[in-house]
């Protein structure tokens, strides 16, 4: 099982990223898919979810209406589209794979670094 993350960097204030989870090893039609971050000395907390089927999504107020989160079932991918990116916006982003079909396994990625900064 693996999954994959990949687009953070550095990037100024009020611009965008767009971060890819690219999943391997299991059906991924079975499972949620979130994305988490985590800043320096601060809990992880959940930024954005999507349902394995159907498109159903929920967001972090802090991040409504400038992060979207998308799935492509096809190609076992997973994005977050950030914009107008805020300094509070940098923190390490973790792709998570939550089951909900046939079991309750849990997987999350390495994480990709994410520096809103000028």
């Known amino acids: 099982v693996q999954l994959v993350e990949s687009g953070g960097g550095l990037v100024q204030p009020g611009g965008s990223l767009r971060l890819s989870c690219e999943a391997s090893g299991f059906t991924f039609n079975w499972y949620d898919m979130r994305w988490y971050r985590q800043a320096p000395g601060k809990e992880r907390e959940l930024v954005a979810g999507?349902?394995?089927?159907?498109?159903?999504?929920n967001y972090a107020d802090s991040v409504k209406a400038r992060f979207t989160i998308s799935r492509d079932n096809a190609k076992n991918l997973v994005y977050l589209q950030m914009n107008d990116l805020k300094p509070e916006d940098t923190a390490v982003y973790y792709c998570?794979?939550?089951?909900?079909?046939?079991?309750?396994?849990?997987?999350w990625g390495q994480g990709t670094q994410v520096t809103v900064s000028s």
């Open positions: 999507i349902a394995n089927v159907g498109g159903s999504t």
């Open positions: 998570n794979a939550k089951q909900v079909i046939g079991g309750r396994s849990d997987y």
